[in-house]
C-alpha cells in the first residue's frame, strides 16, 4: 500500500515568510510524529499527535511553530515568520501504536533565504 | 535525560569486509531499540526492533544485538548497496529519540 506522503518535498521561501508543510500518514495509522533533520544531525522530535490529540510538544522549538491533525489522517506543520536556522528537512512518520515502528516520508527540505 | 550515542560517525570499508556499527544509550525504562536505514534524499527506513537485553535479529547481511547498555548492527560482507547512514533510537514513552547516525561506505 501507499506510504507516508509529503508535500511539498522542496520548500524555499524568504525570511519572515509563513510556510505549511503537509503529511499524508498511512491508513488506518492513529499516531503521527513530526521530526527535524538539520545537515549533518539526527533527528529531532518536534510534536507526537495520537489521533488528532497532541500529548507530546515538547519538541516545538518556539512559538513560531504550531501544527495540528484533522479526520486522524493529514497533519499540517506550520512555520510562521521563519528564519534561517529553521533550514533543515522536516520529516512525518506513522505508526500503528506504541512500540510499533514509525514508517517515514521522505520529507519536507526547507530553504529560508 | 535520555541520550543515544552511535559511534564511529564514518565507517569505510571494502566490499566483504565485515564490522560492526554501536549505538550506546542512557535511559530509564527502555521500551524498545529501533535501528533505521537512511538513503540520501530519503526518510528513514525500519530494519530492527530489539525489546530485551539478549534479543537478536537477523535480516540478510545484517545482525542486530542489545544489551543493558548498547546495541550492534553487526554487517556480514558487505556489498556497496549496503552504503546509508544507520541509525539507532530508543524508545521510552511515547516518541523516539535518535542518535546523529553512522555513515557506512563499503568500496567495491
Known amino acids: 500500500g501507499a506510504g507516508v506522503s509529503q508535500s511539498p518535498s522542496n520548500k524555499v521561501t524568504e525570511k519572515g515568510k509563513d510556510v505549511e508543510l503537509r503529511c499524508d500518514p498511512i491508513?488506518?495509522?492513529?499516531?503521527l510524529y513530526w521530526y527535524r533533520q538539520r545537515l549533518g544531525q539526527g533527528l529531532e522530535f518536534l510534536i507526537y499527535?495520537?489521533?488528532?490529540?497532541?500529548?507530546?510538544k515538547s519538541g516545538l522549538p518556539s512559538d513560531r511553530f504550531s501544527a495540528e491533525r484533522t479526520g486522524e489522517s493529514v497533519s499540517t506543520l506550520t512555520i510562521q515568520r521563519t528564519q534561517q536556522e529553521d533550514s533543515a528537512v522536516y520529516l512525518c512518520?506513522?505508526?500503528?501504536?506504541?512500540?510499533?515502528?514509525?514508517?517515514f516520508g521522505n520529507g519536507t527540505r526547507l530553504t529560508v533565504t | 535525560e535520555d541520550q543515544v550515542t552511535q559511534s564511529p560517525e564514518a565507517l569505510r570499508l571494502q566490499e566483504g569486509e565485515s564490522s560492526s556499527l554501536n549505538c550506546s544509550y542512557t535511559?530509564?525504562?527502555?521500551?524498545?531499540l529501533f535501528w533505521y536505514r537512511q538513503d540520501p534524499g530519503k526518510g528513514p527506513e525500519f530494519l530492527f526492533t530489539?525489546?530485551?537485553a539478549g534479543e537478536e535479529k537477523e535480516k540478510e547481511r545484517l545482525k542486530a544485538t542489545l544489551t543493558k547498555k548498547e546495541s550492534f548492527l553487526h554487517i556480514t560482507a558487505p556489498k556497496p548497496e549496503d552504503s546509508a547512514t544507520y541509525l539507532c533510537?530508543?524508545?521510552?514513552?511515547?516518541?523516539?529519540?535518535f542518535g546523529k547516525g553512522i555513515t557506512l561506505s563499503v568500496r567495491p
Open positions: 491508513s488506518g495509522h492513529t499516531a
Open positions: 535511559v530509564s525504562g527502555l521500551r524498545g
Open positions: 533510537a530508543v524508545q521510552v514513552s511515547s516518541k523516539l529519540t
Open positions: 512518520a506513522s505508526t500503528l501504536g506504541y512500540n510499533s515502528p514509525l514508517h
Open positions: 499527535f495520537q489521533g488528532n490529540s497532541a500529548p507530546d
Open positions: 530489539l525489546y530485551s
